[in-house]
């Protein structure tokens, strides 16, 4: 599924547990929690930045698995939830951000929600190569929306305000049904302490989570629980120090170059504190032509490696590491680290072809502390299998 790891589970039971706790550890420290995308995208293969996703379910399918979740998390009080750029015939014909039938006769009307509805990014290929992005937004708000997510920094922004605003003097869209919306931003906003010190926060405090000892003992913790070592049919784990190796390590792109506790270098650089002779090679996460694929391979093999460890993480807009899988073809030892238990597709994941594979789950600077633990052997994996539907390795029946 598209949404891969972006999902707690692929059982609807187990993405309520998960979903309930966050979204009650949110409403503790006064961070507004929004569920997303309803009413459900774990079953669609399509990115809705390029084109608009359809999931051709029964409506009792619809409701035993994808609303399950948001059923839950309605009765535990979640403030605000995110509409899907999606179709979903069995329910209304329109992409369901735009759907009065989806926004306001399922969401609000028969599942009683009372939160701030939220769209996606309105900018996606999903919505404005059908509706356009003026039309889009207002629709949206005639819908049932009460934020429009518009990140765009351009001429579009102009467009949704005027065609808004012609909606709203036509009387598409009635002002004592702005009144409301912006009555829901505003009791959300103030629920949640945004009116106390004008909604500023004390910088002093935006680098506690990196230091606080509590906090990256749970991380820690944490990323002990999620770890683990999905294959090691060739023996490579723990890593010999001895044999000639090299990392290939992909650098993360959201993540800020002079954050001294998150960098995107991060992971190369605890590798290379405890392995001073190790080789590095770091990438992208996606390539944008043929010729970086060669330059790896040629790296490679002027290298005349014993080992290579890649970390092939996923990001759902980069494209695939061929390479990888060209390197296990050519007979090169490869030690694969990823984040994701799904397998490669269009943006990235695990390759089953590979002899020895490390799921670290996460991305986190515990994560790769942990990850570089177990495999230098310092440190016994506990995580299990995550998935009930989908185990291409048969982990669950090893468990």
């Known amino acids: 599924p598209e949404i891969g790891r972006r999902a707690f589970s692929d059982d609807p039971k187990i993405v309520a547990e998960h979903a309930m706790a966050m979204v009650k550890a949110f409403k503790e420290e006064n961070i507004v929690a929004a ?11 399509t990115d809705a930045h390029h084109a608009c996703p359809l999931l051709d379910a029964s409506k009792t399918r619809i409701d035993e698995v994808e609303l399950y979740p ?15 750029h999606c179709v979903y015939p069995a329910l209304d014909d ?17 599942l009683g929600f009372k939160g701030v509805i939220t769209t996606d990014s309105m900018t996606m290929g999903a919505l404005i190569d059908k509706y356009g992005v003026g039309e889009s937004c207002a629709m949206a708000l005639e819908a049932g929306a009460d934020i429009i997510l518009m990140k765009a920094e351009n001429q579009w922004r102009g467009e949704m305000f005027y065609t808004i605003g012609k909606w709203v003097e036509d009387g598409r869209i009635s002002e004592t049904e702005l009144d409301k919306k912006v009555m829901r931003i505003l009791s959300l906003k103030y629920d949640t302490g945004l009116f106390e010190n004008m909604g500023r926060v004390d910088s002093k405090k935006a680098s506690l989570p990196y230091s606080d000892s509590e906090v990256i003992a749970v991380s820690k913790e944490a990323a002990v629980k999620a770890i683990l070592i999905a294959k090691n049919k060739d023996n490579l784990l723990p890593v010999n120090k001895g044999k000639r190796t ?8 959201v993540k800020t170059p002079n954050d001294k506790f998150d960098h995107p270098s991060l992971f190369t650089t605890l590798m290379e504190e405890d392995w001073p002779e190790l080789h590095c090679y770091e990438t992208s996460f996606g390539f944008e032509n043929e010729n970086d694929e060669k330059a790896v391979l040629s790296f490679v093999e002027a290298g ?27 007979g090169y030892p490869v030690i694969l680290i990823t984040n994701t238990p799904y397998c490669i597709n269009e943006s990235g994941g695990m390759i089953t072809d590979a002899g020895t594979i490390v799921l670290n789950m996460n991305l986190s600077p515990e994560g790769y502390r942990t990850t570089k633990e177990v495999l230098f052997g310092k440190l016994l994996p506990k995580g299990k299998w995550p998935l009930t539907n989908f185990d291409p390795l048969n982990l669950k029946s090893n468990e």
């Open 94 to 110: 329109k992409i369901s951000t735009v759907s009065t039938k989806i926004l306001t006769g399922l969401l609000r009307t028969e």
């Open 70 to 84: 948001y059923k839950k998390l309605i009765e535990a009080g979640v403030d605000s939830i995110m509409i899907a």
């Open 304 to 330: 005349k490696y014993d080992q290579i460890i890649c970390t092939n993480f996923y990001d759902r807009s980069s494209k695939p590491h061929t390479y990888i899988k060209t390197l296990i073809d050519k």
């Open 246 to 253: 090299l990392l290939i390590n992909q650098l993360n792109s």
């Open 35 to 45: 569920a997303k995308h309803f009413p459900g995208r774990g079953d669609s293969a």
